[in-house]
């Protein structure tokens, strides 16, 4: 049984990995930008409040999310383990997600954070644009989501690695390349 999380900054490719590591592992990925967009989408009340934050490049409101987060690793297919990806993304949703774990009485069992340098990254993004037309990879959104990953989430990223549960891994090469570091680094978590 497997609790983690993967956390990077945007373009980091965390969302690619999540869904391998999910499927090696056979945990469920459980990703809360795919969540927001998927109720954009659909148009939902939840999709049209949060529409307008993501656009920006900005926090959905905890308002929001937290209880969408809690709704989903209440569902029977987190019951044995998951992979949360983009969330959380600030010291108070730490303490959040550490009150829902307690709530079950569960646990972390390793954060995975995957880096990269920022001109990488903003490439990519910009690549990615092209390719998908997310309507949040422009390049001063790209910017302002950037910066929010350094000013707020790199301190929940402090916190795991106070705790000790905290692997990082080089996100920069291929594919299929980061995927088997990031099994290699959770296998070591694992047996520590
Ligand atoms: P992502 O696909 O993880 O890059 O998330 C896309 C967008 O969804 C972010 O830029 C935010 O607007 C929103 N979002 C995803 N996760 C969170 C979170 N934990 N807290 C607030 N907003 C979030």
Do not use: C, W
């Amino acid at each position: 049984m497997t609790r983690m999380l993967i956390i990077g900054p945007p373009g980091s490719g965390k969302g690619t990995q999540a869904e391998r590591i999910s499927e090696r592992l056979g945990v469920v990925a459980i990703s809360t930008g795919d969540i927001f967009r998927a109720n954009v989408k659909g148009e939902t009340p939840l999709g049209i409040e949060a529409k307008k934050y993501m656009d920006a490049g900005d926090f959905v409101p905890d308002s929001v999310t937290n209880d969408m987060v809690r709704d989903r690793l209440s569902q029977p297919d987190a019951e044995n383990g998951f992979l949360l990806d983009g969330y959380p993304r600030t010291t108070a949703q730490v303490d959040y997600l550490d009150q829902i774990l307690a709530d079950g009485q569960q646990e972390l069992d390793v954060v995975l954070q995957l880096t990269a340098d920022d001109e990488e990254l903003v490439a990519r993004l910009l690549g990615r644009a092209k390719e998908t037309g997310r309507s949040d990879d422009n390049e001063a959104v790209i910017r302002h989501r950037l910066d929010l990953y350094h000013g707020q989430t790199e301190a929940v990223v402090a916190k795991y690695a106070e705790r000790g549960i905290l692997t990082k891994v080089d996100g920069i090469g291929g594919i299929d390349e980061v995927t088997e570091r990031v099994l290699t680094a959770i296998e070591s978590a694992k047996a520590v």
